[in-house]
């Protein structure tokens, strides 16, 4: 390119997106480069002869890397910078974000992997922020009571997250909320102060004995919440804490179950709740785990999806369903069974087997769905 035009040859210093992410540093790697003093000089490199503003930096921090002194003047370059977009991620030991960062009052995207997230006592929050992400971040403050503001604030994921204060996190206008392996009372204070959350994934990602302030975080309290909730995604482990709801989730039409077991009764008691209260569901899709798992007696989740009275409500609005990872279980089937009973509206179920399974197990898991009754004269079964 720069034999043939010579004015292109330095024409990447004013692009206003720098990358140098993982695969930027993986790169680095396997073309030979090593060492902490040669990354440090390939970046010092490329921002060096950087000209003009920066809206979007990505930076990685590989395991090589054993002193935060040269991220520091990296990262403070680029926050005066006038950036909007700041992709942080670290290998190595959790990495202390400078006040710097609290003053870019610009932001529009933040992600954060590996930090400590420590604002300055003046800090009030990102003004324009809306889309924030953080993963193996832990929250201190100086003093209690901190709350960020976010005002325009749409996406918020929380990814094994640690709190040792106090912290709230103001944000009416959230709508997508990702939780995974971090709940606390916290979270509860935020879900009520968002009028607007509408989607909702959460996991627990361990058993539920172990998740901290659990009393205080539970499906029943969050769906009293969140009236505008619409679409859920949640683990098994989730399901085991309700047993009643308050009421009709009229607002839920789609129904995500991760890491799902049918032959849990505890799981299978929350999800026939869930479907119970859940008179406007339209898509609900169902993933077994593929890991290891404990093996349950299937004898009282089957006894129970053979009662008569095992759901007294009739799915009206359900159309599509989608179960994947099926192991060919009793619970399993008999849960397919009273779906297409009660889904007089279904247009489509969608079944795919774990891989596990022989090809004989197969031919009969399918003749046996085949020959359950269907309220809908439409639905149609699609089975991989």
């Known amino acids: 390119m720069s034999i043939l035009s010579r004015q292109w040859r330095y024409i990447w210093t004013t692009m206003t997106a720098l990358v140098l992410n993982y695969q930027f540093s993986k790169r680095f790697a396997k073309e030979g480069a090593s060492g902490r003093n040669e990354f440090i000089r390939i970046v010092n490199h490329i921002i060096i002869r950087r000209n003009g503003p920066i ?14 002194q040269e991220v520091d003047q990296w990262i403070m370059f680029f ?19 400078l006040n710097d960062v609290f003053s870019c009052s610009r932001l529009t995207r933040l992600h954060l992997e590996n930090c400590i997230f420590m604002p300055p006592p003046h800090f009030e929050g990102f003004p324009n922020l809306y889309d924030l ?15 960020v503001s976010l005002p325009r604030l749409r996406w918020l994921t929380l990814f094994k997250c640690r709190y040792d204060f106090d912290f709230n996190i103001k944000a009416r206008n959230l709508e997508l909320l990702v939780v995974t392996a971090c709940f606390d ?7 009520d102060s968002t009028p607007r959350l509408s989607m909702v994934v959460i996991y627990f990602w361990k058993a539920i004995e172990d998740c901290v302030q659990l009393e205080g975080m539970n499906l029943t309290r969050m769906l009293s919440i969140l009236p505008k909730l619409r679409f859920l995604t949640m683990d098994g482990h989730f399901l085991k804490v309700p047993k009643w709801l308050p009421g009709a989730i009229n607002s839920l039409s789609y129904l ?46 089957s006894d ?21 990872t099926l192991k060919g279980s009793r619970p399993e089937l008999l849960f397919i069974k009273l779906l297409l009973a009660h889904s007089p509206s279904l247009d489509k179920m969608t079944i795919q087997s774990s891989g596990t399974i022989d090809a004989s197990k197969t031919l009969n898991i ?11 004269p439409k639905a149609e079964i699609i089975y991989s």
């Open 133 to 147: 992400s953080l993963e193996n971040v832990d929250f201190r403050a100086n003093s209690c009571g901190t709350t």
């Open 256 to 301: 995500w179950l991760v890491d799902f077991q049918l032959s849990d009764l505890d799981q299978l008691h929350g999800a026939l709740c869930l479907l119970r209260n859940s008179r406007n569901l339209e898509n609900l899709r169902m993933d077994s785990t593929k890991h290891a798992v404990m093996h349950y007696d299937v004898g009282p989740a």
């Open 366 to 376: 399918v003749k046996d769905v085949m020959q359950f009754p269907r309220a809908s």
């Open 79 to 97: 926050s005066r910078n006038i950036v909007r977009e700041l992709i942080f991620t670290n290998s190595d030991q959790p990495y202390e974000l």
């Open 304 to 324: 129970h999806l053979e009662s008569p009275d095992c759901l007294d409500q009739t799915l009206n609005q359900l159309r599509d369903v989608e179960i994947t």
């Open 185 to 191: 009372a916290i979270l509860l204070r935020l879900m």
């Open 55 to 68: 809206r979007k930096f990505s930076l990685h921090i590989p395991e090589e890397i054993d002193s935060f």
